[in-house]
């Protein structure tokens, strides 16, 4: 090799290799991802509310990644799973969710029975869960999931809510039950017969179904009761509720008012042919009360500029604003060390994290956890079909007049 060449060489690797060490030393930071993951169903019995569900979630997300990045550099990721509308569906995303390391915090699912079968995956993975939809008390009060947070109050309340409507309100004495075979519904339908007891009235009778049902032969049966029914509680969720509605609309001798508990609330219970004049009890304040939130007007303003069909306080505004409160815990938990933790999550929906509480101000409320894991500020309503859409009625201890 010629001395030149030789020189050449020199001058070469000495630009590589400084270039590489300036490159090192001064090299933009990498960018790391914080992950949200998100369980709802897109398939089976529940798409429908699950496709309500996920319109919330785009909104949320497309506010998150318009917005800045988390301290320290890191990128929120919303990730969604389909639980397919089945425990085994729930329990197969969890595993999935908890195997992916970078998953920081966990909404979901739909159904309280759902949400039971993938709980304890979760738990032991030590993920922090946002429930947006599940009522179920014993999830929260069992104090087995505390790492479970719970936005809409529990099945205690809303079963005092049914009882203090039917008999309170509308003055009735003669009901039924029709209750499903799911968790929820059995929790439920158990906490509204006591409830009812504790007004000194008594159910004439419950029959329970098991969910999928279309065809309802008991109603030809409480047609004959003498004095007649004046109302049928439905406890159950909206698939099975829609031929229910109709079939009583269509029995022509039976005059029972439907009074259902809130997993039938939605767009496909309203815009059924048989809902109009049933009751249906929901956990989302009236229009006047939300239109005096900031947060409110803003969602249902651009949801309804991207959803015109669907329903603003339907159950995309607890997505929202579930997301909306894990992305908020993860900002906060990052005061608490550089890199995003569960734990530090869990630590900061707790209020035990530097001894701050957690307050989030959502587009249907304010939201702070108690020790079981339930939101101090959540309260019933009852809303009536009327001309196909919900027309608010009555609220049971949230200081609202009628």
Known sequence: MTRINKTWLQLITALVVGGGVYWFLFRPAAIQVAKIAVAIPQSGEDAI??????????????????????PHDYRP?????????????ARAAAYAIASDPNVIAVVGHFSSANTLSALPIYRNAGLPVIMPVATLTTITESGQYPNAFRLPPNNELQAQTVAAFIVERLKFAQFFMISDDTEYARNLAFSIENSLRNHRVQLVGIETIPRGTQNFPILAALAAFDPPLEAIIFVGYSPEAVYLARQLKLSGHLEATLVCTDGVYGTRFRDSDGADG???????????????????????????????????????????????????????????????????VISVLQGSADSTPFEYRGVLGD????????????????????????????????????
């Open 278 to 344: 049933a009751y249906v009890i929901y956990q989302v304040p009236p229009k006047e009360q939300l239109n005096n939130r900031d947060q409110w007007r803003r969602y249902a303003t651009e949801f309804e500029r991207r959803n015109p069909a669907m329903n603003p306080e339907g159950w995309a505004a607890w997505s929202y604003d579930a997301l909306g409160i894990a992305h908020s815990a993860i900002r906060a938990s990052l005061r608490l060390g550089r890199v995003p933790r569960a734990t530090h």
């Open 49 to 70: 509310s699950g496709a309500e569900l996920k319109a919330g979630l785009d909104l949320m997300r497309m506010e998150i990644q318009k917005g800045d990045l988390l």
């Open 367 to 402: 939201y702070e956890f108690d020790r079981h894991g339930d939101n101090r500020h959540g309260h019933y309503h009852v809303y009536k079909v009327v001309n196909g859409e919900y027309v608010w009625q009555w609220s049971y201890g949230s200081g609202i007049k009628e």
């Open 77 to 89: 990721v919303i990730e969604i799973h389909d639980d397919r509308s089945t425990e085994a569906g």
